[in-house]
T-cell receptor, first 113, second 114 residues
Framework: GNSVTQMEGPVTLSEEAFLTINCTYTATGYPSLFWYVQYPGEGLQLLLKATKADDKGSNKGFEATYRKETTSFHLEKGSVQVSDSAVYFCALSDRDSSYKLIFGSGTRLLVRP | EAQVTQNPRYLITVTGKKLTVTCSQNMNHEYMSWYRQDPGLGLRQIYYSMNVEVTDKGDVPEGYKVSRKEKRNFPLILESPSPNQTSLYFC?????????????FGEGSRLTVL
């Protein structure tokens, strides 16, 4: 079945460092891919998405490119801030089913001043 | 303000004592869903509803019930809670289905069953 695998955390960085959080997926067909962010004490929020191969999603300085050849959707940011500390979830949706998203296990990011 | 509201946010209860976690959305969304979040497991879907009076099981429905009598409300019912249902629960909604990925989440309900 479809699945999403994320790198284990926590990822600890200093402010202004470069961020990469790895995400790979297994899916039949052509899923859409998403990154959600969960700030402390809050629900998840959609950060960015990509709906087809080679699409790049971007928002708030974060980017991720849908790589079909490597089945990956890695999240990147050039310069992290303390306010980016959160848990990041990679997710996919199956085009043949509209009833759920499949989430990865989440990666906690801690950014130190 | 567009939002998904869950209550209670925190609850400690004992095994076997029935409880209901309410979820309400004010965006006229057709789709609603419940997830539970556990360390190392990410989010797993419990139940979902594509529209009023239409509900179906997700991946981990055992021990839970839901109802969708009105479009805005989607309560989660634990008839006889057990310690393995200790978790963080999220309600989510979307205009139509989950495959656009644009789910709106509530702030979560942390449940502890002793």
């Amino acid at each position: 079945g479809n699945s999403v695998t994320q790198m284990e955390g926590p990822v600890t960085l200093s402010e202004e460092a470069f961020l990469t959080i790895n995400c790979t997926y297994t899916a039949t067909g052509y899923p859409s891919l998403f990154w959600y962010v969960q700030y402390p004490g809050e629900g998840l929020q959609l950060l960015l998405k990509a709906t087809k191969a080679d699409d790049k999603g971007s928002n708030k300085g974060f980017e991720a490119t849908y790589r079909k050849e490597t089945t990956s959707f890695h999240l990147e940011k050039g310069s992290v801030q303390v306010s980016d500390s959160a848990v990041y979830f990679c997710a996919l949706s199956d085009r043949d089913s509209s009833y759920k998203l499949i989430f990865g296990s989440g990666t906690r990011l801690l950014v130190r001043p | 303000e567009a939002q998904v509201t869950q209550n209670p946010r925190y609850l400690i209860t004992v095994t076997g004592k029935k409880l209901t976690v309410t979820c309400s959305q004010n965006m006229n969304h057709e789709y609603m869903s419940w997830y539970r979040q556990d360390p190392g497991l990410g989010l797993r879907q419990i139940y979902y509803s594509m529209n009023v009076e239409v509900t179906d099981k997700g991946d981990v429905p055992e021990g839970y019930k839901v109802s969708r009598k009105e479009k805005r409300n989607f309560p989660l019912i634990l008839e006889s809670p057990s310690p393995n249902q200790t978790s963080l629960y999220f309600c989510a909604s979307s205009l139509r289905g989950a495959n656009t990925g644009e789910l709106f989440f509530g702030e979560g309900s942390r449940l502890t069953v002793l």
